[in-house]
C-alpha cells in the first residue's frame, strides 16, 4: 500500500501519520513539503532571492526529519518530495503523477469565512482521485465509526475498509441516519398515527440495513460494538454523536464527479469535516 504524506512540519500533520499507522496495514509512505509562495503579488520575484534559498532549506530540514522520525516509529519511507507552488495544487499534482491508496495530512481547523471558503484538506478532498485521511489532533486510535445509508457507496466503503485498514481489536460502530419529512404543509389533513407507521418502517429498514452491514464485518471476523440509529438532519446528528462518544475516525465515502469545483465537497461529508473532534477519512469512488 502507498500512502502520500504531506507535512508542513507541524505537530497536527505528525499526529495525522501517527494516527493513520494505527488504522493501516502495511504500507510505505512517500513525503512531500510544498514552498508555498503563491500569497505574493506576480510583481515579486524571489526565485533566486536570499528568501527563496531560506525556504528551501527549511523544506530540506522538515524531510530530512520527518524521514528520520517516520523510520524511528517503524514506517517504510519512499520518496521525500520538495515542491515549489500553491499547495493545493502542488499536492494535486504529485498525487496524480503515481498511484497512492491513501493522502494523509493534518488539518488546523478554520473558523468564520475561512471555514466558508473551505481549508486546504477539504480542497484536497474534494477533488483528489484517492481516499484522504484527514486528522485534527492525536487522539486514541480505538473508535472507529462508520456512517452509511443503502447506496452501493456505503457497501464499496465498508468493503475497501476491511481491505485496507487494521480493524483488529478497533471498537467498530455503525451509524444510520433517517430524515423526518416536513409535514407541515398537511397540518390537519394527516393522521398522526400515519406519520407514526412512517417513521416505524424508517426504523425498521434502517435496522435491517445495519444488521447487513454487521453480516459484512462478522464475515470477515471483525466485531461490530454498537448499532446506531438515530433520526434528523445527517450531518448534524453524525456531528453530535462522533463529539459525544469521542469517536477517533470516521468512515465516508464519496464518488469521483467531474467537473467539481475544489470548494464542492459533499455537504455531509464537508460539514461533519469541519465541525468533528475526530479524524476523517473520505474514501474515493
Request: glycine residues 4%.
Amino acid at each position: 500500500m502507498k500512502v502520500l504524506f504531506c507535512t508542513d512540519g507541524s505537530k497536527i500533520s505528525y499526529h495525522s501519520i501517527q494516527n493513520f499507522s494505527h488504522w493501516s496495514k502495511e504500507f510505505t509512505v512517500d513525503i512531500i513539503c510544498v514552498i508555498d509562495w503563491s500569497f505574493l503579488p506576480d510583481t515579486v520575484a524571489i526565485e533566486d532571492s536570499e528568501f527563496a534559498v531560506q525556504c528551501a532549506n527549511s523544506a530540506d530540514s522538515i524531510l530530512e526529519y520527518t524521514e528520520s522520525y517516520l523510520r524511528e516509529t517503524g514506517m517504510n519511507v519512499g520518496r521525500k518530495i520538495k515542491i515549489c507552488g500553491s499547495t493545493v495544487d502542488a499536492i494535486l499534482d504529485i498525487a496524480d503523477s503515481s498511484e497512492y491508496d491513501f493522502i494523509v495530512l493534518g488539518s488546523h481547523g478554520k473558523k468564520g469565512i475561512q471555514k466558508w471558503l473551505g481549508s486546504v484538506s477539504q480542497e484536497i478532498a474534494s477533488v483528489a482521485k484517492f481516499s484522504t485521511y484527514i486528522s485534527k489532533d492525536r487522539n486514541a486510535r480505538k473508535k472507529v465509526l462508520f456512517t452509511l445509508d443503502s447506496s452501493d457507496l456505503s457497501v464499496n466503503v465498508v468493503k475497501k475498509a476491511i481491505d485496507t485498514l487494521d480493524l483488529d481489536d478497533k471498537d467498530i460502530y455503525l451509524l444510520t441516519v433517517y430524515e423526518i419529512p416536513d409535514y407541515l404543509f398537511l397540518e390537519g389533513n394527516v393522521d398522526a398515527n400515519w406519520i407514526l407507521e412512517i417513521e416505524k418502517k424508517q426504523e425498521q429498514a434502517a435496522s435491517i440495513l445495519l444488521n447487513n452491514f454487521e453480516k459484512i464485518l462478522c464475515e470477515n471476523n471483525l466485531t461490530v460494538k454498537s448499532k446506531v440509529i438515530l433520526k434528523g438532519i445527517p450531518s448534524q446528528e453524525i456531528i453530535k454523536y462522533s463529539n459525544k462518544e469521542n469517536i477517533d475516525l470516521i468512515v465516508s465515502g464519496i464518488r469521483n464527479r467531474k467537473h467539481l469545483s475544489k470548494f464542492l465537497l459533499g455537504s455531509v461529508s464537508k460539514r461533519v469535516l469541519e465541525n468533528v473532534n475526530s479524524d476523517v477519512l473520505i474514501v474515493r469512488f
